[in-house]
């Protein structure tokens, strides 16, 4: 007859819910697992055999011994399984296989316009896929999931771009059912700066709840963290502060259709057409980058006043989310300090002090790795939930 033992804190305590206490690395033994769950050793023992099944957990040696033989201790087997993380922007595409710690193993970035259509565009990310996973010996049973981020709004309840103004073609198709039916495992779309906000915080900035991710590129866009939690919104749309009207775009057109927006004054492909009135032979963003390198003055000028103009939206976003640290991310913030110190001239200004007497304003530290990561976390989390842990382990 077992002995009495505590009711359980965590309710029903499966498989998988050991797992979740299993995910951050650290060794347990079948005793702490029992003190923890308020489950009986031998329930403890059952539990984690079927994750052993699973290859997702395994002994990692012994713990100390109080006099005999040391009690073995289990933890996550990082090695077990991989995921794959997937970046497509307006004219590159990046993908990376990452372990179940979320360590990036191999990664593949190349020109690859999105406007080529999703067939086009995936039929390569699934060829590209493949030989990742063989130069890592792997195959496609070892992929659990993937994580895609795409540049353009996608509703987060189905995977599907949404009306996307870069993306010809892509409009209402099917990217998590392709990737299934091509790949064999479940797909988590998202907006490529959601992505990037959540790459960004967990590489970065673990402690820090409240972070605001701008992406500075074609488009503009940003990702909202409150409370620790990505805010994606009704539709999947929060963060699109590239189509906010700005003082200095009255009359500008836009993309979009409409006039004024901050993405027609401050993007990279606005930047560098503003140089080109000036007489500058610049073609794109990298051109601008490489004169301000060389200190021309009309680069520098062009790429602060941008600054400014991100900043004159960022001051109502501070107002309205109150992020403590504003990450600036994308490929005209290589441009560094100078694109820094126009956004943070606006916002010290304009915004309230109690709302800016901690912030910081910073440029990403993880630069164009931090969608890749963020995609790999979002697989990831998928991946390792409870719910797919237990279809895994046929919930015990």
């Known amino acids: 007859m077992e002995p009495p033992r505590k009711p359980s804190t965590l309710g029903f305590v499966g498989a998988s819910d050991i797992f979740q206490l299993l995910r951050d690395g650290q060794p347990r033994t079948r005793a702490e697992l029992s003190s923890i769950t308020g489950l009986a050793r031998s329930t403890v023992a059952l539990r984690l055999e079927a994750l052993r099944a699973t290859g997702l957990i395994g002994p990692t040696g012994g713990a100390a011994s109080s006099g005999g033989r040391p009690p073995s201790q289990f933890a996550l087997n990082p090695t077990a399984r991989v995921v794959i993380g997937a970046d497509f922007g307006a004219t590159h595409a990046t993908i990376a296989v990452a372990d179940l710690a979320g360590d990036i193993l191999l990664t593949r970035r190349t020109a690859r316009p999105i406007a080529d259509g999703p067939e086009a565009v995936l039929g390569w990310f699934g060829t590209e896929s493949r030989g990742l996973l063989g130069e890592l010996g792997r195959t496609e049973a070892d992929l659990l999931a993937v994580g895609m981020g795409l540049p353009g709004p996608v509703e987060h309840d189905t995977g599907k771009p949404v009306n996307p103004p870069i993306m010809p073609g892509w409009d209402g198709f099917d990217v998590p059912g392709w990737v299934l039916g091509e790949l064999g495992v479940p797909a988590l779309v998202d907006n490529d700066v959601n992505i990037m906000a959540i790459g960004e915080q967990t590489s970065s900035f673990p402690d820090v709840t409240d972070l605001l991710f701008v992406k500075v590129a074609t488009g503009i866009g940003a990702g909202i963290i409150s409370g620790g939690s990505l805010q994606r919104g009704a539709q999947g749309s929060a963060g699109d502060i590239g189509h906010v009207r700005i003082e200095r775009g009255s009359g500008v057109a836009c993309p979009c259709g409409n006039f004024g927006c901050l993405e027609a004054m401050a993007s990279g492909p606005a930047i560098a057409a503003q140089l080109r009135e000036t007489g500058a032979d610049v073609a794109n963003m990298n051109d601008v980058a490489?004169?301000?390198?060389?200190?021309?003055?009309?680069?520098?000028?062009?790429?602060?006043?941008?600054?400014?103009?991100?900043?004159?939206?960022?001051?109502?976003?501070?107002?309205?989310?109150?992020?403590?640290?504003?990450?600036?991310?994308?490929?005209?913030?290589?441009?560094?300090?100078?694109l820094l110190a126009g956004v943070r001239e606006v916002v010290y200004q304009r915004s309230t002090p109690l709302a800016t007497q901690h912030l910081s304003i910073l440029q990403s530290r993880v630069a164009e790795k931090a969608a890749v990561l963020g995609a790999s976390v979002l697989a990831l989390h998928h991946a390792l939930s409870p719910e797919s842990i237990g279809a895994m382990t046929e919930e015990l």
């Open 290 to 338: 490489d004169l301000v390198r060389h200190n021309d003055l009309d680069a520098i000028r062009a790429v602060r006043q941008a600054g400014r103009d991100i900043g004159e939206v960022l001051t109502t976003c501070i107002s309205l989310v109150n992020p403590s640290v504003i990450v600036l991310g994308g490929s005209v913030s290589r441009v560094g300090e100078h």
